[in-house]
């Protein structure tokens, strides 16, 4: 393993962090794509099982490549362990049903990834975890929300698909006082410009699928936490329910992991020129992007993040079908509904990623049928531009 010295600045850690060399001496890392290992003798494959000799023993439980990921990315969130996973789902999902049983409360921010919210509102009151959704901005909301069996806090920021925020430092305070666990899903701020331990998260999970791999290629999730937590609860989780990460997806992330900060670099300030560029145009009703100094709770991204991210919520003058118009003449921006690529990607969350709530629920988020939103990639950003100005001019004919 590769030392990391103290002095390392981030980009340094993130193309050397974690590198574990074969006898081969490989410059890049080398990718272990094998689901088994085998051992010099029995004597050595009881010791591997008794945990007495630290060796690999099988893929699911654990495999070089993935270890090496695991630790790059632990040492870039300055936590104390890591594990990977099959997916971002996998991550949130694992990270729950680890450490909660039947009779436990979870409060939850209720802006959150669709699946995120699947899992709270629906998956987990099937096993007796009781929930309780509130709006994440509302510190009151928070508190009121505690009840005596209350194990966790659970939330996004900012949040998809509106980049509402939420103060983590004073919900984290009040989590400490109710003795629940703080599981922050980082995915929207990406690990660059936004540090939730240090500001008092117990647990961090990404989908490695957005930002770390960041060109659209493999699926994959991360859960950092403390030692205790990571080895104590989910590794025993995940060894016997399986949903590890491939050895081939790590490999990816990890060379996506060296990239990162020039891609988030350049994708936040695409995405601030974007943003102003949107606020300035006839037929936009609003937009929405931490980085800008009308962002509603413009304090708290001063104060937790060190950029507006790479994610840009507006909506538009006029109705579904002018939104629609709107998408359809773009050239350069996909539909999609997903994030964090080199390529440009929007998407309408009223009818696919937010179609599963009704239209109360919606309101509540501020997901109107005009709200769109765009996750800025790596194109140049007056491209961008004319992309949607041009197309903007299309939507209301
Ligand atoms: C994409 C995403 C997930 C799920 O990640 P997958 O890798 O698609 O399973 C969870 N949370 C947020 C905020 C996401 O954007």
Redesign the pocket.
Known sequence: MTDTSENWHPETTLVHGGTLRSAFGETSEALFLNSGFVYETAEQAEARFTGDDPGYVYSRYANPTVTMLEERARLFEGAQACRGTA??????ASAMLCQLQAGDHVVAGRAL?G??RYIVEELLPRYGIESTLIDGRDLDAWTTAVRDNTKLFFF?TPT?PTLELVDIAAVSKIAKSAGAVVLI?N??ATPMLQRPIPLGADIVVY????HIDGQGRA???LVLGTTDFIEEKLAPFLKHTGPAMSPFNAWVMLKGLETMPIRVEKQVANAAKVADALADHASVLQVLYPGRTDHPQRAIAEAQMTGGGTMVAFSLKGSKADAFRFMNALQIVRISNN??DAKSLITHPATTTHQRLDEAARAELGITETTLRLSVGLEHAQDLITDLTNALARAGS
Not at 87 to 92: F, L
Not at 207 to 210: D, E, G, P, V, Y
């Open positions: 997916s971002g789902m996998a991550a949130v990834f699946s995120c996004e998809n899903d995915v929207f989908s490695a699928t957005k699926l994959g999730g994030l964090g």
